[in-house]
């Protein structure tokens, strides 16, 4: 921008006063709205012609304030508006800001940046929701203070000084205590008879800048006219690692079922991997009408144990337990323990029923009735799951369906768990999760909701603006550079990024991709990599992924043969830390993650260019760039793949006459590379990928061992 579009634009190149915040309670301190002026100043619309100034492209801001933002506790909350007049008069802005349910705001003043645009920023430091908005006015003071350096004639100074005693004096008569006294006298300086150079130095003292911004003149300040909000969650809602596995199958005997004991035997290991979420399906009683046997035929045995999603039989339904499982004090132990290990267990909330789910009988119109007689099952042609009856959300009685669908999380909740991945939540109504999640988080403000919900793109973002703590996403079918690159940007970049936070999974138990049916080894290492890297959320079906499992059902399935879904699968620990596994993989690359904040945030992603299409490069980084990574992944499972990389040095923070030496924190080995061009090579049966730690000061100390098989 020419000097001539910044002078233009008006007077705001002038530099701020003091941004320390005013606490609510202060003198002074802020409103929501200024009081309005006399009814006869105001055109009979409601329009105060006297407030000129124009508030408009705030941002971050949801479906213009019909959602609120996502934060977690600790981090910060920028908010950006545009601010205008017309002429040249300077402004005042400030940002606002509460905690909801606070009479009084708090505020911080908003500084110019460039073209009328403005921005300020609030910490939030408390779980639960908060508001914030913008308030702007004509502030006479300040664009009295810009004309006052600029002056040269004698005669203009000294009237200018006139002008500015007269702000000072009625400032004086809005302040109280000490600042009124203050004020007074520098009115009274500015008057006076001493030298006309001194008394201007007064008039563009910074304290008296201060004083003045500190009781400014509002009476025609202009509210945004929206209050806009933000949700602070738990720290986990950003940052989390998740292992999925069925309970069922955590028995250390072949062909036995699993009981809540044997979970706890695989707490330790869990934990040392770095996994802080452990993830069940569903642990109720499954039905045992139209129960699918092994593989999902329609034809059980008498040993088959049915679909845990298939949920509810003579021993209960959403509230009970599956009995092989064990008992509900023997649930509580198991959350208790894994909570000594630092692991939330994750519940599955599955609305549907099996046939013998007790609902159906004591509430019939909560299901769909067909003309011969029978309730309507789930479909999805050409599959159906006979097993499962899903809620009519259409019934006259959709306000009791409803409290009892919120019961069942309020009980889980009593139980200890606090984290909940929600199966198929898009085809539940969305009205209900609104109200149901907001009255969740009023008395478990710490509780997580991930949707798992496969489905259209804007169907997925409106159940995260609904409340959806995290979602599932389309990663494991990302393959592509070009469409990876394209995906993980709209992600981190894209306006979803203040509401939508994706949660990468490479597999789940209904989830094999064709990728990782044909790509072996290197192509279950790279996704990994990938998923741990791309997003600070992710997740692994958990033991099938260690074993590498890969064999579907049938060709272009993406069910898995012998599908956990179905049956006990049996793996002994032996197996899972052997030579075969990708244990200590995982486990490296998780402690990565946890070793460099970089990876604990969706922000500052950049993605590098590199000359081969079969080669990714992306980058993420501290806002502070205190720790910066570097990820380079070989996308061919087959071959050794090269190229030059075309690095942004910017977004890296190396100084581009400098040399910078890379550390790759999987195999440990230290490049020196020098400028934005940098040759790599990948070969995939011996690492796909590099993890980089960008060293802006040269030295080799190892960080932690690194992997070696």
Request: hydrophobic share 35%; aromatic share 12%.
């Amino acid at each position: 921008m020419s000097k001539k579009s910044l002078v233009d634009s008006g007077k705001q190149d002038q530099p701020e006063p003091s941004e320390k915040p005013v606490v609510a309670g202060a003198p002074k301190a802020a409103v929501a709205e200024p009081a309005a002026p006399p009814k006869s100043k105001t055109e009979p619309g409601g329009v105060d012609g006297r407030k000129r100034v124009i508030i408009e492209g705030v941002t971050p801001e949801i479906d213009d304030g019909r959602f609120p933002i996502k934060r977690t506790v600790g981090e910060t909350v920028v908010v950006e508006a545009d601010v205008f007049t017309d002429g040249h008069d300077s402004l005042s802005c400030v940002l606002q800001y509460r905690k909801a349910g606070d009479d009084a705001w708090q505020e911080i003043p908003m500084r110019f940046l460039v073209n009328d645009r403005w921005r300020g920023e609030f910490p939030v430091l408390e779980l639960g929701r908060y508001e914030y908005t913008v308030m702007a006015w004509v502030d006479a003071f300040k664009s009295w203070r810009h004309d006052l350096g600029r002056w040269v004639q004698a005669e203009d100074i000294a009237l200018s000084l006139r002008v500015g005693a007269e702000l000072a004096k009625k400032a004086s008569q809005r302040a109280t205590g000490a600042d009124a006294r203050w004020l007074a006298q520098r009115a009274s300086e500015l008057a006076g008879p001493q030298d006309l150079q001194y008394r201007r130095q007064l008039g563009l003292d910074e304290e008296f800048a201060q004083l003045m911004q500190r009781n400014a003149d509002r009476a025609l300040a202009l509210p945004y006219g929206k209050v806009l909000g933000v949700v602070a969650e738990d720290e986990r809602a950003r940052f989390s690692t998740w292992y999925e596995m069925f309970p069922r199958s955590c028995s250390p005997v072949p062909g036995k079922h699993g009981t809540f004991k044997d979970c706890e035997a695989w707490l330790p290991r869990i934990a040392a991997m770095g996994f802080d979420v452990l993830y069940f399906p569903p642990i109720h009683p499954v039905g045992r009408v139209n129960r699918k046997g092994k593989n999902n035929t329609l034809t059980p045995g008498p040993d088959d144990f049915g679909s845990p999603w298939a949920i509810g039989a003579a021993e209960g339904g959403h509230k009970a337990i599956l009995p092989e499982l064990g008992t509900l004090e023997d649930f509580r132990q198991l959350v208790q323990k894994a909570r000594e290990h630092g692991i939330d267990i994750a519940m599955d909330i599955a609305l549907q029923c099996a046939p013998d789910h007790p609902y159906v009988k004591q509430h019939p119109d909560w299901f769909r009735w067909r003309p011969d007689g029978t309730v309507q099952y789930a479909e999805n042609p050409p599959k159906k799951y006979q097993d499962i009856y899903p809620f009519n959300f259409e019934t006259d009685d959709w306000r009791a369906l409803w409290d009892e669908i919120k019961s069942i999380f309020e009980f889980w909740i009593q139980q200890g768990v606090r984290i909940f991945r929600v199966d198929n939540p898009h085809t539940k109504p969305f009205a209900m999760w609104e109200w149901l999640i907001g009255e969740i988080k009023k008395t478990t403000p710490n509780a997580i909701f991930l949707a798992e919900a496969f489905t259209r793109p804007k169907v997925m973002h409106r159940l995260a603006k609904l409340g959806y703590t995290q979602s599932y996403t389309y990663y494991a079918w990302r393959n592509a550079k070009w469409e990876l690159a394209e995906y993980l940007t709209e992600l981190c970049q894209g306006p979803g990024y203040d509401y939508f936070r994706p949660n990468f999974w490479p597999n789940t138990p209904d989830i094999l991709t064709e990728a990782l049916q044909f790509g072996g080894r290197p192509m279950f290492m790279s996704r990994l990599v990938m998923a741990a890297t791309m997003t600070a959320n992710y997740g692994i079906y958990g033991p099938a992924y260690e074993m590498m499992e890969h064999v579907a059902v049938k060709h272009g399935s993406e069910e898995y043969l012998d599908s956990e879904k179905y049956q006990l699968r049996y793996r002994s620990f032996q197996d899972l830390d052997g030579p075969n596994s990708l244990h200590d993989f995982i486990t490296l690359v998780n402690r990565i993650r946890k070793r460099n904040p970089a990876l604990q945030s969706n922000a500052n992603l950049c993605i590098h260019g590199i000359e081969n299409e079969q080669i990714i490069c992306y980058s993420k980084a501290t806002t502070n760039g205190a720790n910066v990574i570097l990820v380079v992944v070989n996308l061919d499972p087959n071959y050794t793949q090269a190229g030059m990389t075309q690095l942004d040095l910017a977004a890296l923070g190396v100084d581009p006459h400098q040399p910078f030496q890379v550390h790759d924190l999987l195999t440990g080995a230290h490049y020196l590379w020098n400028g934005p061009r940098n040759y790599v090579e990948l070969n995939p049966h011996r690492m796909p990928a590099h993890i980089f730690r960008i060293r802006h000061h040269l030295h080799t100390e190892r960080d932690f061992d690194t992997f070696d098989g």
